[in-house]
């Protein structure tokens, strides 16, 4: 992978992540990796050889954006049938489903009555 091709990745992911945070609402923490518009081996080389190119040109807020992003990659994007095994439960968890999704009163009471 050159350096145009890891940014172009990036960019890619970038505009994903901007338009997916309606689906850590649903998998957070942990989201399936199969979400990622490619692969996360590919996407973390791209951060990777990007990182290595910042710290070499002294672009320390580049660099600082390149690994919150990989942080999150790394940390939320897992293995598909793990994630939805969390989700399950995470959804059978009415305390999950009120403090993830439940914002008003009338869902709280109707998730409530799901689980008498």
């Known amino acids: 992978m050159n350096l145009s091709e890891a940014q172009k990745i990036i960019v890619l992911v970038g505009k994903y992540l901007e338009s997916s945070s309606k689906i850590s609402i649903f998998f957070s923490p942990e989201i399936p990796e199969?979400?990622?518009p490619i692969s996360k081996k590919k996407i973390i080389e791209a951060i990777n050889l990007l990182l290595d190119y910042s710290r070499k040109a002294g672009d320390e807020g580049g660099e600082?954006?390149?690994?919150a992003v990989l942080a999150l990659i790394s940390i939320n994007y897992i293995d598909d049938e793990k994630a939805f095994a969390t989700a399950i439960k995470n959804f059978s968890d009415s305390f999950?489903?009120?403090s993830h999704i439940g914002a008003s009163e009338k869902l709280n009471s109707r998730i409530d009555s799901l689980y008498k």
């Not at 600082?64 to 690994?67: F, T």
């Open 64 to 67: 600082k954006s390149l690994k």
């Open 34 to 36: 199969s979400f990622l």
């Open 96 to 98: 999950w489903l009120k």
